[in-house]
């Protein structure tokens, strides 16, 4: 056991937060299921309630940021580093704000019509997410981490998968469409989701460094 477990093991644990960082990590699955399944009713048009049930969880999600960081700046010791807590906990927020923006982008541009890379990409956004909920559940019990190493690979799998995705998707509208305005808003949309899977997998190698550390 290292020096550092064993303060934390002989010290009052606030375990609080790992109830905080698994409320954020449930409450990104919740908006990438949201999303995904959002953009995959045919014939959208309006995507102003969509738009609101996202803004109501990215509101939740700075709400539970905030507490973190207040609770924090009240602790003395934690379960584990608080700069890996921070970390994480700005991490599951920035997956949310990226969702978030592309639901605003959505309403702005007018867009009427999904592209197939883009729901592909989304899919695979909410497997990145139900793995990252699995890792932050884990923190509370790093006493497997050979499994927990097995996910975080997962989560690159993943974020590999849409990385060839997201190339294939760029060279398909340079390719086909015509219409400038148009190419610059379907470009945005896909910077912005790929990058939402980018921190997916930041935030599930948080998670192995912290794991590491605590052996």
Same mark, same amino acid.
């Given at each position: 056991?290292?020096?550092? !477990? ?19 990590? $449930? ?21 102003? $309630? ?5 803004? *109501? ?80 559940? !884990?923190?509370?019990?790093? !006493? ?26 760029? !060279? *398909? ?24 899977? $980018? ?17």
């Amino acid at each position: 056991m290292s020096l550092n !477990s064993l303060i934390r093991w002989l010290k009052p644990r606030e375990l609080v937060f790992f109830d905080l960082l698994e409320a954020a990590a $449930d409450n990104v699955l919740e908006s990438a299921k949201l999303f995904d399944r959002e953009i995959r009713i045919e014939g959208t048009t309006d995507w102003t $309630d969509f738009r609101r049930k996202m803004k *109501g969880l990215e509101h939740k999600g700075d709400e539970i940021t905030h507490e973190i960081i207040e609770r924090l700046d009240k602790t003395f010791v934690t379960p584990i580093e608080r700069e890996d807590i921070l970390t994480l906990a700005h991490a599951l927020d920035d997956v949310l704000d990226d969702l978030d923006a592309i639901a605003d982008r959505l309403v702005l541009y007018n867009v009427h019509t999904m592209r197939a890379p883009f729901k592909e990409i989304a899919s695979l956004n909410v497997s990145g997410c139900e793995e990252l909920l699995w890792l932050v559940h !884990s923190l509370r019990d790093m !006493s497997n981490p050979e499994e927990i190493r097995k996910h975080i690979r997962k989560v690159n799998a993943l974020e590999n998968q849409v990385d060839a995705l997201y190339h294939s998707a760029l !060279s *398909g509208i340079f390719s086909n469409i015509t219409d400038a305005i148009e190419l610059i808003k379907w470009k945005e949309l896909l910077d912005t989701l790929e990058a939402a899977v $980018d921190r997916i997998d930041h935030a599930a190698k948080v998670v192995g460094s912290t794991v590491m550390k605590n052996a």
